[in-house]
């Protein structure tokens, strides 16, 4: 059974950090490009950040992001994570874990909420 399972979303202030993690089961974690989304009301979908199933980790953002979030991956672990640094109020949305290769996976969500 697959399973993408995010954690560490919640309330956070503007300027402060919060660290996703998504810990996947039930496939090959190893051979999947591993990516977080956020989505908020009305709007679509969008990715965040994504990083290859290489051991390199090639790393790719959107430019909203650039400079205040790092995704990485634990092979080992079969999680991938997020930080989020410098959190600012157009942060707040549901964020997602994706899995990519020759099928797609998509997590629950998590919400976080960037709010004074």
């Known amino acids: 059974q697959v399973q993408l399972v995010e954690s560490g979303g919640g309330l956070v202030q503007p300027g402060g950090s919060l660290r996703l993690s998504c810990r996947a089961s039930?496939?090959?974690?190893?051979?999947?490009?591993m990516s977080w989304y956020r989505q908020v009301p009305g709007k679509e979908r969008e990715l965040v950040a994504a990083?290859?199933?290489?051991?390199?980790?090639?790393?790719n953002y959107a430019d909203s992001v650039k400079g205040r979030f790092t995704i990485s991956r634990d092979n080992a672990k079969s999680t991938v994570y997020l930080q989020m640094n410098s959190l600012k109020l157009e942060d707040t949305a549901v964020y997602y874990c994706?899995?990519?290769?020759?099928?797609?996976?998509w997590g629950q969500g998590t919400q976080v909420t960037v709010s004074s």
């Open positions: 994706n899995a990519v290769w020759n099928l797609t996976y």
């Open positions: 990083i290859s199933s290489s051991a390199g980790g090639v790393t």
């Open positions: 039930g496939f090959t974690f190893s051979r999947y490009i």
